[in-house]
């Protein structure tokens, strides 16, 4: 069964960082693309990065780059998204997902809350 | 990377059909058939109910359908159940590995 458990979100003040980990389970890690998604409380969906299996390709939202960085590591079936320089409007719950369908997310995690806030 | 254009709400009845559209430009949902639409019930995950325009996951629904015509994409969910009452997301492939989001349609079903 594929499984996606996230963790490390919490309450941290604008201008602070915070790492978002992702567990994978029940599949193949190295061989999927993966993603990060946020939801702002209230809000619709908004994709924030991409990495391929081998992490060769990354790209990133307008709205984090220069200040997000995603990773992977494979011999762990881990995925990560440091956040610095954090603003109150990076204030979501992330989920990571697995690019198992082309450009689709076939898999999601439960989510992990991040708040911005002095 | 501007979100595609949904309607914030649609609703039917048990048993009706409903199309939700999601609108878009050449350069995301015209430019690639690279469609994808999610369901999210209250404070759960997004689950993928079409991906590549009109396909369905294993485990999906017949009831639950796509299309695309131009810059607009379309999900059709036939013989309305009380469970499909849910908010809906499209996605499109925009390039360079960037998808792009609309903002949500909440079904209500009657």
Known sequence: EVQLVESGGGLVQPGGSLRLSCAASGFTFSGYSMNWVRQAPGKGLEWVSYISGSSSTIYYADSVKGRFTISRDNAKSSLYLQMNSLRAEDTAVYYCARGGLNYADDYWGQGTLVTVSS | ?110
């Not at chain 2, 939700?20 to 369901?39: A, K, L, R």
């Not at chain 2, 159940?81 to 908010?87: N, V």
């Not at chain 2, 809906?88 to 590995?97: K, L, T, V």
């Open chain 2, 1 to 110: 990377q501007s979100a595609l254009t949904q309607p914030r709400s649609v609703s039917g009845s048990p048993g009706q059909s409903v199309t939700i559209s999601c609108t878009g430009t050449s350069s995301d949902v015209g430019g690639y058939n690279y469609v994808s639409w999610y369901q999210q019930h209250p404070g759960k995950a997004p689950k993928l109910m079409i991906y590549d325009v009109s396909k369905r996951p294993s485990g999906v629904p017949d009831r639950f359908s796509g299309s695309k015509s131009g810059n607009t994409a379309s999900l059709t969910i036939s013989g309305l159940q009380a469970e499909d009452e849910a908010d809906y997301y499209c996605c499109s492939y925009a390039g360079r590995y960037i998808r792009v989001f609309g903002g949500g349609t909440k079904l209500t079903v009657l």
